[in-house]
Structure formats: structure tokens, C-alpha cells
């Protein structure tokens, strides 16, 4: 027979007001929370952060106090370009990602602390299991108020596994970045070598170009009144003024298209829009000759081992392998350790102070039945990879080709222009003379003078197409502009290195051509090129 329960059972307690002020003050900033707005940008907000971005944008950037040559206009771009240092930061963050990875194969250490407080007591009953009795008094067995504390020390070997190809895969996902950068630098090169020709010519030829234009607008009126007053043929008059609108309007077209070269230069080394600067004509320092080349089968072998494009698909080759034993790994039951030492202040305990030690084996049944289709995606993935690198390699050969034929074309261009360029001069010369003589009149020979500076113009883009199929070239090999890290130095430093690694490219992709030599005096900007190109002629077999 069974004791009833006592009929001073312990009632229902009650919380206290300060309870329910400190969940009123919890549940506020939630309840508020959930009807927060955003408040938008206003316009004088914006125009701050406009005014910020902009001294940011240029603070770092010193502005040319002399005339820019090529490699200085390159180093500017390597150091100052902001696309190139956006490439640069996100390599950086990647790999500051992979040694954070690297921190997960470390075991755990935990602390923890703790604090309760509860009114009234946790007091309890008991009932006994064998007699069924109620004990007639409550007791307690913690502490109103109680703080606790652990150090835990724990390690898993499943863990431990993943974070370790992961940790490799981030390691060639930095890799990658750095290809990514690379691959901007060449293009960033390249693009600069074009635009600093381009806005070379429009420089150069600026005081040329008004001075026939007006040499051209007193030839029209003088045409027109010959042909009012019946001075001349009607028909030579009209001619003459067709064939000079002709000529001008060529002019005039090709060197709008060369003076926007100025601004995307600007845009390419990272000068302030419209910033006034000049450049250096400095065409004396190239290769007067780079006909001798090696074969493209070599070339082709250069660029197979330097590309950007099928490095970046071998180490994606690593990330996806990595990815599959990943997936292999995590079929494996893991197993954890820990170690910890403990403190409870609880007064009713006989230890307040231990230490435990434990091991737990833990298996994801679930994961051993999808797991081969995990595995099996992932050697999907391996095979896009492979099949993809393989695309890369074919269209490396293909663009290496495509690359050395634009050079051999450029190149057979330019002479061609050269040889166009000399005929038109030598028809000014002799216009000059007859006109000096008075055997014809002042209206041909500059007719002749604006087709000769017609021939420059189009000089000046077959060599500025020319430069831009040469560095296509060097940007399509993978030849790197800058050691690694080389882009921190200053501007000097880096139009040295440059220098360096040109020379060094001209001599393993074009053995027999020579530097000209470098008297050291400065050139004519109008001239220098013109010059450069006649020794072309006279050095070069045309073929």
C-alpha cells in the first residue's frame, strides 16, 4: 500500500516583475528590428563620397613633371592602373583565404563560462522506485546562484582531413588569382604600347596639321575665285577643290581617331582626365629590324609553357581532383577526442574541480548512400576540367599562329607605307621646286603638302599597328612584363626592368635583329619616327 503524497506539495512558483521587465528589454530590440528602414543615400551625402573617391582615386598618383617615354608610360600602368590593382588585391585575398583555411586543421580549444541565478530554490521531491514512497520534504541539490567554466581541447580526424584539401584547394585557387593577374598585366601592356603610339602621332603631328589647314582653306578660297573669275578651268578648279576636301577630310578623320588615344592612354596609366601631359617620341631605342624570328613552332612551345589560360585550367585540375577526395573522405566515420578541465561553483558538489577525457566515433550512414553520386560529380567535374584544358591548349596554338601572322602582316604593311610615305614626300619636294620656279602654281604644292602629311599620318598607324602586333605577340607567348612583387618599386626601377626583359624577348624571339645604338640626345617628336622608319627601309629586304 502506497503513502499518499503529501498535501503540502510545493506550489506553483511565480516570476518576479524584475523577470519580466528584463525579457521586455530583450524582446524590444527584436519587436523594433522587424520594422526597421533603411534610409537611402541623400544627394549631399553622395556628393561627399563623390568629393572622398575622388582624392582617394588619385592620391597615390604623382604626375609626370617631363615627357613620357613608352616603358614609363608601361610602368605607370603596372603601378597605378586601377584594374591591375584590383587583380593584385584579389590575389592577395585569396591567398590570406587559404591560410585561414589552414588554421582548421588545428584541434579546437574551447572556453566557456557561465553564470544562473533562479528564484526561488530548485527544490524537488523524490519517489522511491522500489517502495514507491514520497519523501515528505523538498531538498535542493544546486545553488540558487551557480557560475561554471571549461577548457576543451578537441580534435577530429574527419575534420581534419577536409580542412587539409580544402586548405590545398584554396592554396590553387590563389594560384589561379595570381594567372588572373598576370593575364591583366599582359593585356594592360599591350593595350598601352597601342595607345601611347596612337596619342604619340597626334602629339607629333598637331603643329603640322594646322599649319595645312590653313595652308588648305587659303588654297580653297584661292581655287573658288580662279574658278568665279575664269582664271583657271572650271574643271581643274573643281577637281582641285574635291580632291583637297578629299585629302583634308582623311586628315582630319584620322587624326580625330589618334587624339582620343590621348584620353584612353590617360585611362590605361591612371591620370586624372584631361591632366595635361607630355610624350617622348623614343622610337630611337626599338629594334630598327626584327624580320629574323624564330620558327612558330617554337613559339608555340613558349607559349604552351608561360600561357596564363592553361595554368589557370591545370591548377583547376588540382581544385577538382582535391574536390573528389574530399567527397572520399567524408564516407569515413570520424572520430573525435577531447580533452577538458572543468569548475562548477556549485556548493552541494563534492568536486568542484575535474578533468574528463573522451572519444567519440560518429558515422553519417545517409552520406555512405549518396556518396557515390558525390564522387562520381565530382569526376564529372575532373573530366570538364581535362577536356577544357584541352580546348585552352588548341586555341593557344591557333592564337599563337594568328599572332605571328598579324606580326608578319604589320610589319609587311609598314613598308609598304614607308615606301608610300617616301614617293609623297619626294612629290612635295619637287612641287616645292617647280613652284619656286614658277612653273606651277602654289595651289599643287600644297595639294602635295597635304598628301604628304596625309602619308605621315597613316605612317604613324601602320607603326603604331605594328607596336600593337608586336606586344599581341608578347601578351599571346605569356611573357611577363615584371618579375613578381617588382610592380611595388619605383617608376625608375620599373622602366629599367623593362628595358630589360624587352631586350630579352627581342633576342629569344628575334635572334638576328640588333638594338640600335643609343647616342643618348634627345630626338625630335615630329621626327624620330619618320627617321627610325627610313633606316627601316634601308636595313630591311622587302619581301
Avoid at 85 to 97: D, V
Avoid at 316 to 330: H, L, P, V, W
Wanted: with cysteine.
Amino acid at each position: 500500500m502506497t503513502n499518499p503524497a503529501p498535501s503540502t506539495a510545493p506550489r506553483r512558483p511565480t516570476l518576479p516583475g524584475a523577470f519580466w521587465i528584463a525579457l521586455f528589454c530583450l524582446a524590444n530590440p527584436l519587436l523594433v528590428s522587424c520594422t526597421l528602414t533603411i534610409p537611402a543615400i541623400t544627394t549631399k551625402e553622395q556628393e561627399q563620397l563623390v568629393k572622398e573617391d575622388q582624392i582617394t582615386l588619385f592620391a597615390e598618383q604623382k604626375l609626370p613633371d617631363k615627357p613620357l617615354s613608352l616603358h614609363e608610360a608601361m610602368a605607370r600602368a603596372l603601378k597605378y592602373n586601377l584594374d591591375l590593382r584590383q587583380k593584385n588585391m584579389e590575389e592577395a585575398l585569396s591567398r590570406k583565404q587559404g591560410e585561414v583555411t589552414e588554421l582548421e586543421m588545428l584541434p579546437r580549444l574551447v572556453t566557456s563560462a557561465g553564470y544562473s541565478s533562479r528564484s526561488p530554490e530548485d527544490a524537488s521531491i523524490s519517489k522511491s522506485v522500489l517502495s514507491g514512497s514520497v519523501s515528505k520534504e523538498a531538498s535542493v541539490s544546486s545553488d540558487a546562484i551557480s557560475k561554471n567554466g571549461d577548457l576543451t581541447l578537441s580534435w577530429n580526424w574527419l575534420d581534419f582531413g577536409v580542412s587539409y584539401f580544402q586548405t590545398r584547394q584554396d592554396g590553387n585557387k590563389a594560384l589561379v588569382q595570381h594567372e588572373y593577374r598576370r593575364k591583366a598585366a599582359h593585356n594592360l601592356i599591350r593595350d598601352v604600347r597601342f595607345a601611347f603610339w596612337k596619342a604619340t602621332a597626334a602629339q607629333s603631328l598637331d603643329n603640322n596639321m594646322n599649319a595645312i589647314r590653313k595652308e588648305s582653306e587659303q588654297a580653297l578660297e584661292e581655287a573658288r575665285t580662279a574658278e568665279q573669275e575664269g582664271l583657271r578651268s572650271p574643271t581643274y578648279s573643281l577637281q582641285f577643290q574635291l580632291g583637297m576636301m578629299e585629302t583634308m577630310r582623311q586628315i582630319e578623320k584620322s587624326l580625330a581617331e589618334l587624339s582620343q588615344a590621348r584620353e584612353e592612354l590617360a585611362l590605361l596609366i591612371h591620370l586624372p582626365p584631361g591632366s595635361p601631359y607630355q610624350l617622348r617620341d623614343d622610337s630611337n631605342t626599338m629594334m630598327t629590324s626584327l624580320g629574323a624570328s624564330v620558327t612558330p613552332e617554337t613559339l608555340e612551345q613558349i607559349a604552351l609553357s608561360s600561357r596564363p589560360e592553361l595554368l589557370i585550367e591545370r591548377y583547376q585540375g588540382r581544385i577538382e581532383a582535391d574536390e573528389t577526395r574530399k567527397a572520399i573522405a567524408r564516407l569515413f566515420p570520424g572520430l573525435e577526442f577531447n580533452l577538458s578541465k572543468n569548475y562548477d561553483s556549485n556548493s552541494y558538489l563534492v568536486n568542484q574541480h575535474w578533468a574528463q577525457v573522451g572519444a567519440r566515433l560518429s558515422w553519417n550512414l545517409l552520406r555512405t548512400l549518396t556518396g557515390q553520386t558525390q564522387i562520381d560529380l565530382s569526376k564529372e567535374r575532373e573530366n570538364v576540367v581535362r577536356t577544357r584544358r584541352l580546348v585552352a591548349h588548341m586555341a593557344v596554338l591557333s592564337q599563337t599562329r594568328i599572332a605571328y601572322l598579324e606580326y608578319r602582316n604589320s610589319e609587311k604593311m609598314l613598308h609598304r607605307t614607308i615606301i608610300e610615305s617616301s614617293i609623297r614626300q619626294r612629290m612635295q619636294n619637287h612641287a616645292a621646286d617647280r613652284s619656286a620656279l614658277g612653273l606651277e602654281s602654289q595651289l599643287s604644292y600644297v595639294h602635295a603638302a597635304a598628301a604628304y602629311l596625309l602619308g605621315r599620318i597613316q605612317q604613324y598607324e601602320a607603326y603604331a599597328r605594328y607596336q600593337s602586333a608586336l606586344g599581341h605577340l608578347y601578351a599571346t607567348l605569356g611573357l611577363d612584363p615584371l618579375q613578381d612583387g617588382s610592380e611595388h618599386e619605383e617608376i625608375d626601377q620599373l622602366v629599367r626592368h623593362l628595358q630589360e626583359n624587352e631586350r630579352r624577348w627581342q633576342q629569344m624571339i628575334f635572334p638576328g635583329a640588333k638594338p640600335t645604338s643609343s647616342s643618348g640626345k634627345e630626338t625630335n617628336a615630329n621626327q624620330s619616327v619618320t627617321n627610325l622608319l627610313e633606316d627601316y627601309v634601308g636595313s630591311t629586304e622587302f619581301r
